[in-house]
């Protein structure tokens, strides 16, 4: 694994839930359809002793949003320790922050949740009879009752990320018993804000001042609450200044999400990327695991947020995950399949080679229709990268020349009577990289061993039950595990 800081120093990486949705049912492709710590030795700390017992306690739940500008310039360093992120947030602004923190970084939330949930009229701080104000005013009642108030494993965390909306300029009551409660010596303590004008305040060096052992990051991220909700890639591009990217966390076993990883965002040089993953479920990084990167049909792409993961039940994904050897797979919506797609797809397979366990003699491609016009673009681009590319019922965009020069294997398949784009496309990129090879001087047998094409007629579709749209039939190819196992047989 590559240290995270510099490999990402080009980069913005934002990842994000975002909400499922259908897949849009356009008509030329079928469907089928990640922290951080500086290198302390982590701390053994306990919560500080407090005169009253935890009223209960909950686990710090993994999850995963913000505009901005950070304040000051410290720089924290990434590291490989367990990172929390604590929040109190009334109105639900800073939560947005603090999940997507959360997301990009890998790190465990934990919300520091009234008892009794703010109303409107508590939270109207220009009525001096109002909670908050008297709450604000009489120290006595500024011991805010948790819903659950102890942070589990509290001693695991090197990293704190701790958000707070701003209040009079100051921190909220909240989060003042929260530094009151716990011992943060040794810990980075990380802070992020919501306000609707003040910024920080100082609440940073208020920070600075409670935990005078921990070392407090002066360059956090503070938004206006009216952007909060588009803020995520700036939460991405500090996180990023920070050196403090999760995704290298992520990939360590303990913090890394396996099996299906959802409706991720990946802010690269080219733009934005929506990729889901696929990490086996014991993975290893002592291990190094083949990759591929599929690309999916046109009705799959990024069509904007109602797309979002309209890609997850492809087969075209999914099988890679089900062969018999472990792979890390990658599939990604893209918003064209010309140029800035190619781009994206190297940057995306680029991202995983650096972040993640990957066998670099074993980094494949598959695409499909729209999807094949994008990888064959990428492959042609990169044909260093990738050892073998799987073309189905798609035309190919990119260049021959490369291929040949790299050896890249590549097995072509298209429906004898593809409605959309007809077989002779198929025939004539085998038939340019057929040539390529020859003109490297490859003799047949050889050929055949990186080279091969599949043109089924309908009567072998047929037999798979498919007897009419032969285009999106295509994506049968992603069942043939003869055709599968042939592109991964391939090595670098
Ligand atoms: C009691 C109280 C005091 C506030 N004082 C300030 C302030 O001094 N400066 C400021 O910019 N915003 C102030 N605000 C606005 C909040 O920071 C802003 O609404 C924030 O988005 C709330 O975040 P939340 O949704 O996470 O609770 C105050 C809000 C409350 C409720």
């Given amino acids: 694994m590559n240290e995270l800081k510099g490999a990402i120093n080009m980069r913005k990486l934002t990842a994000l839930f975002l909400s499922l949705a259908m897949a849009l049912g356009l008509a030329a492709c079928s469907s089928g359809t990640p922290s951080p710590s500086e290198s302390n030795t982590p701390e053994t700390s306990a919560p500080q002793t407090s005169s009253e017992e935890p009223e209960s306690s909950v686990e710090a739940e993994s999850s995963g949003a913000s505009t901005s500008q950070s304040d000051g310039s410290e720089e924290a360093e990434s590291t490989d320790g367990n990172t929390l992120v604590v929040y109190f947030s009334a109105t639900g602004n800073t939560e947005q922050a603090a999940t997507y923190i959360a997301d990009l970084t890998g790190g465990d939330l934990f919300e520091l949740e009234p008892a009794d949930p703010y109303t409107d009229e508590d939270l109207n701080y220009s009525n001096e009879d109002s909670r908050v104000s008297q709450e604000y005013e009489d120290e006595a009642l500024r011991n ?186 990658v599939s990604a919506q893209l918003t064209d399949w010309h140029e800035t797609s190619a781009n994206q797809a190297i940057e995306l397979t680029e991202y995983f080679m650096e972040h993640f366990s990957v066998d670099a003699s074993r980094v494949y491609a598959a695409g499909y229709s729209a999807g094949g016009e994008t990888m064959s673009q990428a492959v042609s681009m990169r044909p260093d990268l990738y050892a073998a590319y799987l073309h189905g019922a798609s035309q190919w965009d990119g260049e021959y020349a490369p291929i040949a020069a790299n050896s890249v294997a590549v097995y072509i398949f298209m429906a004898e009577n593809d409605e959309y784009y007809g077989s002779q496309r198929a025939w004539d990129a085998y038939n340019n990289l057929h040539d390529a090879y020859l003109e490297n001087g490859w003799g047949e047998d050889n050929i055949a061993s990186v080279l091969q094409i599949q043109i089924p007629d309908n009567g072998w579709f047929a037999e798979r039950g498919i007897t009419g749209n032969y285009h999106g039939g295509g994506n049968v190819v992603f069942e043939e595990e003869t055709i599968l196992s042939w592109v991964i047989s391939h090595s670098k």
């Avoid at 305040?201 to 052992?213: A, F, N």
């Avoid at 990217?245 to 099996?259: K, N, P, R």
Wanted: glycine share 8%.
């Fill in 144 to 329: 805010v009752e948790l819903v659950a108030d102890t942070v589990e494993n509290w001693d695991s965390y090197d990293t704190v990320f701790i958000g707070y909306p701003n209040w009079w300029a100051d921190l909220p009551m909240a989060v003042y018993s929260f530094f009151d409660e716990y011992d943060f010596s040794g810990k980075t303590i990380i802070p992020f804000n919501v306000h609707n004008g003040s910024r920080f305040s100082r609440t940073i060096q208020t920070i600075g001042e409670l935990e005078p052992d921990a070392t407090v990051i002066e360059n956090g991220f503070t938004v206006s609450e009216q952007t909060v909700a588009d803020a995520a890639p700036d939460v991405a591009a500090w996180l990023e200044e920070l050196g403090y990217l999760g995704l290298s966390d992520m990939a360590t076993e303990d913090q890394v999400q396996t099996g299906v990883v959802t409706e991720l965002i990946l802010e690269g040089e080219t733009g934005t990327i929506h990729y889901s993953y696929y990490l086996p479920d014991d993975y290893d990084m002592e291990t190094e695991y083949p990759l591929m990167v599929v690309m999916p049909g046109y009705d799959m792409m990024w069509f904007g947020e109602d797309s979002s993961g309209s890609n997850l039940k492809w087969t075209g994904f999914l099988c890679w995950t089900e062969l018999p050897e472990d792979m890390i797979v």
